[in-house]
């Protein structure tokens, strides 16, 4: 009996002890501040901070630097020596034949066939030839004589009294208003770029339109050709109307005041009337903020008288007023300025020589001719 009593009153004892250390626990965790996340604001950095001697410094970023695109006189002067090298075969030729001892009817006959060769045309041909044979036979047929007349006659071929600038300037104080057309592969973007950077090298402020909004890989092609220059590029989401960005680009073009705005399009094909149509829609649109000054018809040399299928069809949907030949140095068929200032009544403005940034110049007629004669 005294055995449980001792085990009963040391259960109660644990029990005790074990009640009390509850008790002091719970009164620990209630005076123990609560635990929670702090908001820590980083001071800004002290010139101490910054210049601290031996620590590396983040590259302040700069502006790129802009590109300063060539003058016209160094563009002449690349024209004359690039014509030079691929168009002397035509005049070689034809200055062999005309310094035979007797000029005789197969001689003419070979005269006509490089002619019509190098693309001049059937037309422009005979009538170069007839006036050949008239004037040699009546000044006589010497070497230097030959080579006189026959650069005479080839610059009045040619045309030198067309007007041959370019109107890149408005009137009423809104700019000038460059429309540049073509099929596809012709070079347009790569040539609005290139008329960018002449009208820069001018010190004229200059607004693009990427309105070849068919292909993303033409608006970031002039997108970059306007960062080289500084020029501003209005541009809209592929797919866009083609119209529509072509009328925001005039429009931004007149609020800020820009010289001139020239707007890229999609090289059309020519048989495709209703993207034939849409060009003429993009003129009318543009016309509603600034009268179109110039209309630029961009041709690929190389292609011959396809390229004089093409010409005559845009100058149906649109006034074209200019020639743009590209790749002229890739081609020894130089006569086809001839044949295209011919079809369409307008001036060959401006001349491709090679890939390179400023390789477009003014067409020179002179220049040209001397090129033919090597």
């Known amino acids: 009996m005294g055995d449980w009593l001792f085990l009963i009153i040391g259960i109660a004892v644990v029990g005790l ?18 635990a929670r996340g702090t908001d820590v604001v980083a001071p800004p950095p002290t010139e101490a901070d910054v210049e601290t001697p031996g620590e590396a410094v983040a590259p302040v970023a700069t502006a790129p630097t802009l590109e300063r695109p060539e003058g016209t006189a160094s563009r002449l002067v690349r024209l004359r020596e690039r014509l030079s090298r ?15 001892d007797k000029l005789d009817e197969d001689t003419w006959e070979s005269i006509e066939d490089t002619l019509l060769t190098a693309d001049i045309g059937v037309t422009p041909t005979q009538q170069l030839v007839e006036r050949l044979r008239t004037r040699l036979r009546v000044e006589g047929g010497s070497a230097p004589d030959a080579r006189a007349v026959l650069r005479e006659e080839l610059l009045a071929l040619v045309d030198p009294g067309m007007d041959r600038r370019l109107q890149v300037s408005g009137a009423d104080g809104k700019p000038g208003v460059v429309l540049v057309v073509g099929v596809n592969g012709a070079g347009k973007t790569t040539t609005v770029g290139k008329i960018a950077r002449i009208l820069v090298a001018e010190d004229r402020t200059v607004t693009l339109g990427a309105a070849d909004t068919f292909r993303a890989a033409a608006v970031e092609q002039l997108a970059t050709w306007g960062e080289r220059v500084g020029v501003e590029v209005v541009r809209g989401p592929e797919g866009t109307d083609p119209a529509s960005v072509a009328f925001e680009a005039v429009k931004q073009g007149v609020e800020q005041g820009v010289d001139t705005v020239i707007v890229d399009t999609a090289g059309r094909l020519q048989n495709k009337a ?10 009318r649109v543009i016309e509603k903020q600034a009268p179109v000054t110039e209309v630029l018809l961009v041709l690929d040399a190389t292609t011959g008288q396809n390229g004089m299928i093409q010409a005559r069809v845009f100058s149906e949907v649109v006034d074209v007023t200019g020639i743009v030949l590209t790749k002229l140095d890739g081609s020894a068929k130089g006569g086809i300025v001839v044949a295209v200032q011919r079809e369409l009544g307008v001036p060959v403005k401006l001349v491709g020589l090679g ?6 110049a003014p067409f020179d007629s002179g220049a040209f001719v001397d090129a033919l004669l090597g």
């Open 17 to 34: 002890l074990t009640v009390v250390g509850l008790l002091t626990s719970g009164r620990r965790r209630k005076t123990a501040p609560p």
């Open 86 to 100: 691929s168009q002397g075969t035509l005049g070689r030729g034809l200055l062999a034949l005309l310094a035979r």
């Open 274 to 283: 209703g993207l034939m149509d849409e060009l003429g829609k993009v003129k």
């Open 355 to 360: 890939e390179g940034p400023d390789d477009l």
